[in-house]
């Protein structure tokens, strides 16, 4: 009898854990849960992110994939944002933007910090992308993100219209961990690592890099990895539900 009580306990146990996972919003969201696999524990790595606390993220034949395309945009974005209690403020009109907003406090608990004097405004969705994120971010130690810029009007090297002009990306050149631990992306971030972003003993940066890579969400995942443009920041892209909606910028003039 001691033993089937046993049994039932550790059953409720777990499904209280679950029930808790829940978000009841776009996805069911919850705590990345599962055994320390790919993603951690983390073990010794390069400069101040070896202090960094470790992971505990499932491997990635568990980790639920996400896709942005799901994410609504207009009113029924903002009407996820008030349900999911992130302050924010509807902005009337941005060029380039379907719906835009400011943020005015934490998403999903990771704090977003502007490095220079213009606040986080993006679109709608990327901003529920981000909340979605959230839990993935927290459970490596990440408390707040520190970025340059999300909206901004402007082209790709390559003459098309940057995601940053519809609201749809953000760069984020410096983590805050546990502890207020700060790590920079040109510092802390380890180029060319021989056993990969997603490797047990790999930086934080590395390991939030990859993760954040696998989880699908964010089509552009672009690190000091990818060119010497990216060598301080991650560069986080969502798709637009709209192909070449957007008119580009005109081109300079000549002489």
């Known amino acids: 009898m001691a033993r089937i009580a046993c049994v039932l306990c550790l059953a409720l146990v777990g499904c209280a854990s679950a029930a808790s996972n829940v978000d009841g919003g776009l996805s069911n969201i919850g705590e990345p849960t599962g055994a320390p696999g790919r993603y951690g524990p983390g073990g010794a790595s390069r400069g101040r992110s070896a202090r960094a606390r470790p992971a505990t993220l499932p491997v990635k034949d568990h980790l639920e994939q996400h896709d942005s395309r799901s994410i609504p945009g207009g009113l029924a974005c903002l009407i996820r944002l008030r349900e999911l ?24 608990g990771i704090h977003f910090r ?79 690592f021989e056993g990969g972003g997603c490797a047990l003993n790999a930086a934080l940066l590395n390991r939030m890099g990859c993760l954040l890579a696998e989880l699908g969400l964010f089509d552009r995942v672009l690190t000091p990895d990818f060119d010497k443009a990216h060598y301080n920041h991650f560069h986080l892209a969502i798709l637009s539900l709209h192909r070449r909606r957007h008119s580009p910028l005109p081109r300079p003039e000549t002489d």
């Not at 719906?99 to 406090?105: E, F, H, M, N």
């Not at 002009?165 to 805050?176: K, N, S």
Request: aromatic letters at 4%; hydrophobic letters at 40%; a positive charge.
């Open 114 to 192: 502007p490095l220079g004097r213009i606040p986080l405004v993006a679109d709608c969705r990327l901003v529920l992308a981000l909340r979605r994120a959230a839990p993935y971010l927290r459970n490596l130690g990440v408390t707040e993100l520190r970025f340059s810029s999300a909206y901004s009007y402007r082209m790709m090297p390559s003459g098309r219209l940057s995601r940053h002009a519809m609201g749809l990306a953000i760069d984020v050149h410096e983590v805050v961990a546990d502890g207020g631990e700060v790590l920079r992306v040109s510092e802390d971030y380890e180029v060319g």
């Open 85 to 108: 209690e992130i302050p924010h403020r509807h902005l009337a009109r941005l060029r380039g933007v379907d719906t835009p907003v400011q943020i005015l406090g934490p998403i999903g």
